[in-house]
T-cell receptor, first 116, second 110 residues
């Protein structure tokens, strides 16, 4: 099955700096890569996703890049703010047909702390 | 607003008890999932269901079972709770891609 590795496990930055979180996956058939943000005591929320036919996607201060050859993808947050402090999870999913039904395999999570 | 509702936010159960965690979604989604979340381990898939009365094992099904009698409801069952099942349990539903998560149930087994 799929295996997703996420690094670093903790990341501390100053407000205004950039933050980068990296993930690698093992199943070359995976074609959907979402990122979730989980604030303390709350449910994970989808913040951005990318599909395998796209190399990069951006949404305001957040961007995700995908390298299918190397089987890794990254989350980039620019101009970080204290409210970006949370746990971030990457995930990978094989095609939704067949028996996978869009199930996600998650990375271990990154605790991001943005200091004012 | 779409919703996935988990019936309990916090539960404390004794070792050996049979425990039921309930999850209900109002989005008419086909797929539902149960994960457990532990620090440093991320979210690990226990079971998922792609249709009523259908279920598939995830990565860590041992000690758990599930029930899906109706499309909107997916229950996780701990047949005989053990202390190593103390964890946060998250339910999610989806149509194809993109999960909607419930708020989670923090289960403590003493």
């Amino acid at each position: 099955g799929e295996n997703v590795e996420q690094h670093p496990s903790t990341l501390s930055v100053q407000e205004g700096d950039s933050a980068v979180i990296k993930c690698t996956y093992s199943d070359s058939a995976s074609n959907y890569f979402p990122w979730y943000k989980q604030e303390l005591g709350k449910r994970p929320q989808l913040i951005i996703d990318i599909r395998s036919n796209v190399g990069e996607k951006k949404d305001q201060r957040i961007a995700v890049t995908l390298n299918k050859t190397a089987k890794h993808f990254s989350l980039h947050i620019t101009e970080t703010q204290p409210e970006d402090s949370a746990v971030y999870f990457c995930a990978a999913s094989p095609p939704s047909w067949g028996t996978s039904y869009g199930k996600l395999t998650f990375g271990q999570g990154t605790i991001l702390t943005v200091h004012p | 607003d779409v919703k996935v509702t988990q019936s309990s936010r916090y539960l404390v159960k004794r070792t050996g008890e049979k425990v039921f965690l309930e999850c209900v979604q109002d989005m008419d989604h086909e797929n539902m999932f149960w994960y457990r979340q532990d620090p440093g381990l991320g979210l690990r898939l226990i079971y998922f269901s792609y249709d009523v009365k259908m279920k598939e094992k995830g990565d860590i099904p041992e000690g758990y079972s599930v029930s899906r009698e109706k499309k909107e409801r997916f229950s996780l069952i701990l047949e005989s709770a053990s202390t190593n099942q103390t964890s946060m349990y998250l339910c999610a539903s989806s149509e194809l891609y993109g999960y909607t998560f419930g708020s989670g149930t923090r289960l403590t087994v003493v």
